[in-house]
C-alpha cells in the first residue's frame, strides 16, 4: 500500500515541491529512504520510528520504502522527519482526512516533538505558488512563514497535537501576521554618543544617503569602530521587498531570531579578520550563504582591513560591482544577492600612528608599504568615500553639549533616498551607488563650474575611470542631501576630498 504528502526543499534562493511517498508492503523488516537524500535525511528512519512510539502510535514492522521525489535532486537536512510519518500514518490508515492541499516541514525529536528548520520563508513562498492551501511547520518557524499572504501557515508544537489536529479532535490556529511600518531601532548605538568627529560624521551621512562603500583610516583608538557600529542607527527604512529579501535569506542560513516574522532593520556583519574566503562569498556542498549575503540590504563591516587574507578580500571584488554572488557546484550554480555596503576600517601603518599629530611612528618605510600592499589596488578604488579618522582632542572628549543623534541624522538620510527613490522608479536601481550607466548618463548632469572642476581634479589626481564613476555619484548624493537637482561645483568639491587619503598615507588606489 503506498500513500505520498507534500513537502519542499531549497536549493540556494529557490524552493522546491517534494513528494514523499511512502509504501508498506510484506517482505523482510526494512526502512529505506530513497530520492538522493543526504546523511541527515537517512537518518530520518531512527528519528520518525523512535518518535511514532514515543507519540503511542504502533510502527510498521513489515517493509516500508520511502521516496522523496524528484529524485534528481539532492535533499538536505532533518526537515522530512515531519511528512514521513504523516505519510506513513496515513499509509497504515490512522489519518484519514484528506491532506492534498498540505504541505508539511519540520525535524521530529525522539519524543515527538517538532523543532525548528531553516528556509521556511522561502519554502512557504513556494508552496504558496504551487496551489497550497495550508503549510504545517514547527512552531519556531511559523512567524517567518506567516508574512506570506494567501496561504494559513499552522504552528506544531510537537507531532500528537498534529495528528488530533488533522482527526478534528483538537484544533490549531493558523498564525496571523500583522504588518507593522515603525522603524525598529530603539536598542541601536546612538551617534549622539560620539564626540567630535564631525568630519567623519558627515561622510557617513553621505555614506548612508547613498548605499556608498566606506573606508575609514586612522590611529588606534580614534573611534573608528564606534563610528561604524553606529551607521545602522542612520540607514534609511526598509521596503517590504527588502524586507522579505533578507529575510529569506537568513532563513536559508539559520540564522533568523526565534519568533521573529519579519528582519525590518537592516543588517550590520562584522566577520572576524581570520574569516576565510568561503566564509565571506558562502559555500559547501551545497551552497549556503556567506557574511556578504547575509549583509545584504545592510553593512559589512571589515575591521582591521588589511589584517584580512588577500584571497578573502579579492573575494569581494566580482560581488560588489555586481550585487550577487554566483556559487558553482556540481550539483549546479547558486545566485545569492549581496547588494551591500561595504564600511572597512584600518591604521595606517602597522604601529598605527604613522601622520599621527603627537606620537611618533616606529615603522620602517618598507614596513609602511608592506602594510598598505596587503590590500590590492582595484579592492581600494572600490571604496567611494575614504574618511581620515584623527584622534578626538581632549576639549571634544569633555564636552557636555550633545552630539546629533542618529534620528536627526536619519531623517536627512531618508529624505535622500526618497529622492533616489523617485529618480529610480521602475528600474533595479535602489540607491546612487547602484546607479548603471545608462542612469549614470541621465541623472548625473553637472554644471559647468562643476566640470570644469571636476576636470581639474582627473588630470591633477591621475583618477581611474572607476574612480570617476564613483566620485559623481557621491556628489549625487550629496547633491540629493542639498535638494539640489544639478550637482554643482560645491558638491564635486566635497566629493573630491573623500578620494584624497591615499596621498596621505600612500595607497595606490586605481586600477
Not at 74 to 98: H, N
Request: net charge neutral.
Amino acid at each position: 500500500m503506498m500513500y505520498s504528502c507534500n513537502s519542499m526543499g531549497f536549493f540556494g534562493m529557490d524552493s522546491f515541491m517534494v513528494e514523499v511517498e511512502a509504501d508498506v508492503s510484506d517482505g523482510v523488516p526494512a526502512f529505506d529512504i530513497v530520492g538522493l537524500p543526504d546523511t541527515a535525511v537517512k537518518e530520518s528512519r531512527n528519528r520518525v520510528r523512535a518518535a511514532a512510539e514515543n507519540c503511542g502510535f504502533e510502527f510498521p514492522t513489515t517493509r516500508i520504502t520511502v521516496n522523496l521525489a524528484p529524485a534528481d535532486i539532492r535533499k538536505e537536512g532533518p526537515l522530512y522527519d515531519l511528512p514521513i510519518l504523516v505519510a506513513l500514518l496515513k499509509v497504515t490508515g490512522a489519518i484519514k482526512a484528506p491532506i492534498d492541499d498540505c504541505a508539511f516541514v519540520g525535524e521530529l525529536s525522539l519524543r515527538g516533538e517538532v523543532r525548528r528548520v531553516n528556509g521556511v520563508l522561502p519554502m512557504v513562498m513556494k508552496a504558496k505558488e504551487k496551489g497550497i492551501k495550508r503549510v504545517f511547520v514547527p512552531v519556531g518557524n511559523a512567524m517567518e512563514g506567516s508574512v506570506v499572504e494567501g496561504i494559513s501557515v499552522y504552528p506544531v508544537k510537537d507531532f500528537y497535537s498534529l495528528f488530533r489536529h488533522l482527526i478534528g479532535k483538537e484544533e490549531i490556529v493558523p498564525v496571523k501576521y500583522k504588518r507593522k511600518r515603525e522603524f525598529i531601532g530603539i536598542n541601536l548605538p546612538d551617534f549622539s554618543h560620539v564626540m567630535g568627529q564631525f568630519e567623519a560624521k558627515r561622510a557617513l551621512e553621505i555614506a548612508a544617503a547613498g548605499g556608498h562603500n566606506v573606508l575609514m583610516i586612522g590611529p588606534p583608538g580614534s573611534g573608528k569602530s564606534m563610528l561604524a557600529k553606529r551607521i545602522p542607527s542612520i540607514l534609511p527604512d526598509m521596503t517590504f521587498d527588502e524586507m522579505i529579501e533578507v529575510t529569506k535569506i537568513h532563513s536559508i542560513a539559520g540564522t533568523m531570531p526565534e519568533n521573529v516574522p519579519l528582519i525590518t532593520t537592516r543588517p550590520f556583519r562584522s566577520p572576524h579578520h581570520t574569516v576565510s574566503a568561503v566564509g565571506l562569498s558562502g559555500g559547501g556542498s551545497i551552497p549556503h550563504p556567506g557574511e556578504i549575503s547575509l549583509a545584504h540590504n545592510g553593512v559589512l563591516f571589515l575591521d582591521e582591513f588589511p589584517e584580512f587574507s588577500r584571497s578573502a578580500l579579492e573575494v569581494l571584488r566580482q560581488p560588489i560591482e555586481d550585487g550577487y554572488v554566483s556559487i558553482s557546484r556540481v550539483m549546479g550554480t547558486v545566485k545569492y544577492p549581496c547588494s551591500i555596503m561595504v564600511v572597512a576600517a584600518m591604521n595606517p601603518c602597522p604601529c598605527g600612528y604613522y601622520g599621527h599629530p603627537t606620537k611618533r611612528c616606529t615603522c620602517s618605510e618598507k614596513a609602511i608599504q608592506r602594510y598598505a600592499a596587503k590590500v590590492s589596488g582595484p579592492i581600494m578604488d572600490r571604496f567611494d568615500i575614504h574618511i581620515e579618522v584623527p584622534p578626538v582632542d581632549y576639549d571634544d572628549l569633555t564636552s557636555s553639549v550633545l552630539c546629533e543623534s542618529s534620528a536627526e541624522i536619519r531623517m536627512r538620510v531618508n529624505d535622500a533616498r526618497k529622492i533616489q527613490n523617485e529618480r529610480f522608479k521602475n528600474t533595479k536601481v535602489t540607491c546612487n551607488a547602484k546607479m548603471d550607466a545608462e542612469s549614470f548618463r541621465k541623472f548625473c548632469i553637472i554644471d559647468e563650474k562643476g566640470n570644469d572642476l571636476l576636470r581639474k581634479a582627473f588630470e591633477t589626481m591621475g583618477l581611474s575611470a572607476r574612480a570617476y564613476d564613483r566620485i559623481v555619484k557621491v556628489a549625487r548624493t550629496i547633491a540629493d542631501l542639498d535638494n539640489s537637482e544639478c550637482i554643482k561645483a560645491k558638491h564635486i568639491a566635497e566629493a573630491v576630498q573623500y578620494r584624497n587619503l591615499d596621498r596621505k598615507y600612500r595607497f595606490s588606489i586605481v586600477d
